[in-house]
């Protein structure tokens, strides 16, 4: 192979490289618009009920019961797999964090939301990762129904939780 061939080879392939260099950024702009697409459709209600998911997961991880408690409605309600839990300070209690159990991280994702005035519905898929002690970290999903009640001063708060683990 000549110097000249060689060159042209090298360019061949710088070229190709910076197509799909350009290629893979030109997707990842779609898929970021397409999601603030997505998030701009939303209702004002329905980025709340977000918003609000999403900061249940985050205080569910820190062990933070006192911001978990401030998303239920006083007289909330949540229905663990075989137990019915009444009243906010009970259900801060029943989310407190564990002796040696590290929530590593929780998501709900809603797959269905309805909203009438100042009730929703949303049903979707939750996850949850923790770790025990030393051993390895776990894994579930599984289902959820709450219903959102909006209170007198514009907040979402959880009435009713109900959620079962997988093969319940």
Known sequence: MTFEQLSVTKTGSCAAILACLFMLTFSAQQL????????????????????????????????????????????????????????KKKIGNYFAPRPNRVNISHSMKSSELKIDGDIAIDIGMWHNKWKIGDAEAQSASGQYLVVWRRGSDGRWRIQYDIWHRPNE
């Open 32 to 87: 970021l618009a397409q999601e603030a697409t997505r998030d701009s459709n939303m209702s004002p209600a329905e980025a709340e009920i977000n918003k609000a998911s999403g900061a249940f997961s985050s205080a569910y991880v820190r062990g933070d019961v006192d911001a978990i408690r401030e998303l239920y409605t006083e007289d909330g309600v949540i229905l663990p797999p075989g137990r019915t839990i009444r009243g």
